[in-house]
């Protein structure tokens, strides 16, 4: 009995452990990729390259997460957590590695490939997360990672800067960013995952018996064979061999689940969601796109202060990771509604900040839009694994990041022409799209309720 009620305090201990290295990942990896984010287009141009070339090499990693994004995350749905998250950070770091050797516009490109296509660290460890809590505990624990990612990306740039000062320091952040990949893969070997698989596969075994009456979202593409297959080679498994099969034979049955993955979730009724992602991530992304320019335009804010400006919002935003928790408390885990609320206060704050008289309507609208955003990042992904089932967690963070990179890929375009008119053009522009997102909210939202509360009702019975 004594050895029974130790293991049963200890369990919760165990992973907490766990969830706080996942942290520490979080921390180290934007901290690593924020060191060398704004030398980039420095040293792209001292190789040489026209304005024009350095926006298509620039372009090349955004392109490059489009596609890869949801096939990595399905991938991790496949093979496991350990060996993807370990695999994305090792080429990561070899990506960087390259990026410190670059002498030339080519080798400059073919550095950025393996970093596109495998630097997906953050969503597998997000889709781990998932994994190892349950439903209520998920957007206090996504919001502490984001938290801690947040103040990773905030002083990066600082040691990055530090560095740079000294000759040939853009080589020598690029190493030192790839040291850290290095690092956090160690981390990652060293973690108990059999520990975590246990876990893992209790969670599974309740989430499946639930799951099995439920009759909405992704869940009903997920068929009993899925389900066996989830049971038979859990995501977090050490192993994921196929037995008495060749290498070749693993290769095409990855690549098949990885396809009928992404599959189901391209036929799931996930396209609301995915659509009001879309649409936030271009309001928000135009808000920031010409900000420094329009500061100095409206305001005549030198560009220093303007870095504190940006400094401080994103300080409070990392912040506001910790406030996520709280919120989502005091709303009951409604996160429908909660995505609602901080989509229409994020939208009457791009307006304010887009009619601002002063610069002190400026402070107080980033003040609120930094913790808005952040809480309705958390309920978004919230909402997209609610609805999209843990069984392929992996599948939906990897889709969502998919949806954010064609933001990325259009919100340049459409800030430039909205430019044409005016500074305010941008910010304006996302007001009106952050508008369209808040009514199909208001469509949305009963039938999300709805669907929820059948669900509670089939897990009581």
């Known amino acids: ?63 490059l997460q489009l596609f890869s994004s949801t096939v990595v995350g399905s991938w991790s749905d496949v093979v496991g957590r350990r060996y993807s998250l370990l ?31 495998f630097k997906h660290s953050l969503s597998i460890c997000r889709a781990l997360l998932s994994d190892l809590v349950s439903e209520k505990e998920r957007p206090l624990v996504m919001g502490h990672f984001n938290a801690a990612s947040s103040v990773g990306f905030i002083l990066g740039p600082v040691v990055g800067g530090y560095l740079t000062e000294h000759e040939g320091g853009f080589y020598l952040s690029s190493f030192v960013c790839a040291a850290i990949f290095l690092l ?51 995501v977090l498994s050490r192993d994921w ?26 036929s799931s009724e996930l396209w609301d969601v995915f659509l009001v992602r879309l649409l936030m991530a271009l309001s928000i992304m135009l808000y920031y796109s010409n900000f420094s320019l329009a500061m100095e335009e409206r305001f005549q804010l030198k560009p220093k202060v303007t870095g504190y400006l940006i400094s401080y919002s994103s300080t409070l935003g990392a912040l506001a990771g910790f406030l996520v928790g709280p919120v989502t408390h005091l709303y009951g885990n409604n996160m429908p509604a909660l995505l609602l609320h901080s989509t229409m206060v994020t939208s009457t704050l791009i307006f304010l900040y887009a009619t601002a008289p002063n610069i002190w309507q400026v402070l107080l609208t980033s003040t609120f839009f930094a913790i808005s955003t952040t809480i309705g990042r958390t309920c978004i992904t919230d909402l997209e694994l609610q609805h999209g089932g843990v069984q392929a967690s992996g599948t939906l963070i990897g889709a969502g990041q ?9 919100a340049p375009l459409l800030s430039g022409l909205a430019q ?42």
Not at 92 to 106: K, Q, T
């Open 420 to 461: 044409e008119i005016s500074p305010c053009g941008p910010p304006s522009l996302g007001v009106v799209l952050a508008l369209v997102a808040v009514g199909l909210l208001f469509v949305r939202t009963p039938e999300w309720n709805s669907k929820t509360k059948v669900k509670e009702k089939s897990h009581k019975q």
């Open 402 to 410: 998919s949806v954010t990179a064609v933001g990325r890929v259009l």
């Open 184 to 234: 956090n893969a160690g981390l990652v070997w060293m973690l108990p995952w059999n520990e975590t698989l246990n876990h893992h596969t209790d969670a599974n075994a309740n989430s499946n018996s639930k799951t099995s009456k439920s009759s909405n979202g992704f869940k009903n593409c997920l068929d009993i064979n899925d389900i066996e297959h989830q049971n038979a080679s859990p």
């Open 87 to 117: 695999t994305c950070l090792l080429l990561s770091a070899f990506g960087y590695g390259l990026l410190g050797l670059s002498s030339s516009i080519a080798l400059f490109v073919l550095a950025r490939i393996p970093v596109g296509l």
């Open 1 to 63: 009995m004594n050895n029974s009620k130790c293991d049963i305090t200890h369990k919760p201990r165990r992973q907490t452990r766990i969830v706080q290295c996942i942290y520490v990942v979080g921390f180290m990896d934007l901290f690593g990729v924020s060191m060398i984010i704004p030398l980039l287009s420095h040293h792209v141009k001292s190789l040489g390259a026209s304005p024009t070339v350095a926006g298509i090499v620039g372009s090349t990693y955004g392109v």
């Open 241 to 266: 061999k196929w037995p008495d099969a060749s290498f070749f034979q693993q290769a095409w049955r990855q690549l098949t689940s990885v396809w009928m993955r992404i599959g189901k979730v391209v």
